[in-house]
């Protein structure tokens, strides 16, 4: 297995620009979340989905933020518009609701900067 | 008051001492509890977990879990270079988790 795949690595822009960062969940996991990891304030949950349904995003900052999962394979994490206080490094991860699993299993990340 | 409380460090140990990391955490209703090691610049990866109070030993590691006192610890024995990281702690609640802020640790050679 290729474990939970994030794209881009890096992604640097303007402030104002739209960012979507994109995730790959493990195939068989039905749940998916999205964090944010600063040095301030360091993983912060903003979102998490269960079968592609999106089940507490009381995360999520603000309304320039917006997550999706059209399908069990793939999910979308978009800003709109960006600013430079959303730079951070941005984790998917993902596991399976069945107990047995006690863990996520992170992506390498995106590192966003915007500036 | 923050769900997790865990000290930042950094924490600088000699190659072979014991390492001792810990967090406390506010929630009686947290069951399991996990272990994260994080490498500069890549993901968290699942070190340990344990359910409830107790030990739970694998080869250097031993976590440990006190209820009671709401007190969760990491040991690494024998420490070695490539355990410099970003430890973080996490509890997990209704299929959610709550992570500590992250210990930093350098094993000097």
């Known amino acids: 297995d290729a474990g939970v795949i994030q794209s881009p690595r890096h992604e640097v822009t303007e402030m104002g620009q739209e960012v979507t960062l994109r995730c790959k969940p493990i195939?068989?996991?039905?749940?998916l979340f999205w964090y944010r990891q600063t040095m301030m304030r360091g993983l912060e949950l903003l979102i998490y989905?269960?079968?592609?349904?999106?089940?507490?995003d009381s995360g999520m900052p603000e309304d320039r933020f917006s997550a999706k999962m059209p399908n069990a394979s793939f999910s979308t994490l978009k800003i709109q518009p960006s600013e430079p206080r959303d730079s951070a490094v941005y984790f998917c991860?993902?596991?399976?609701?069945?107990?047995?699993?006690?863990?996520?299993?992170f992506g390498s990340g995106t590192r966003l900067t915007v500036v | 008051q923050k769900e997790v409380e865990q000290d930042p460090g950094p924490l600088s140990v000699p190659e072979g001492a014991i390492v001792s990391l810990n967090c406390t955490y506010s929630?009686?209703?947290?069951?399991?509890f996990m272990w994260y090691r994080q490498y500069s610049r890549k993901g968290p990866e699942l070190l340990m977990y344990?359910?409830?109070?107790g030990n739970k030993e694998d080869g250097r590691f031993t976590a440990q879990v006190d209820k009671s006192s709401k007190y969760i610890s990491l040991f690494i024995r024998d420490s070695q270079p490539s355990d410099s990281a970003t430890y973080l702690c996490?509890?997990?609640?209704?299929?959610?988790?709550?992570f500590g802020s992250g210990t930093k640790l350098n094993v000097k050679p």
């Open positions: 344990t359910y409830s109070s």
């Open positions: 989905f269960n079968n592609n349904v999106p089940i507490d």
């Open positions: 991860a993902s596991n399976t609701g069945d107990g047995k699993n006690y863990g996520y299993t």
């Open positions: 195939s068989g996991h039905d749940y």
């Open positions: 996490a509890m997990k609640g209704f299929n959610k988790f709550y």
């Open positions: 929630n009686s209703a947290f069951q399991y």
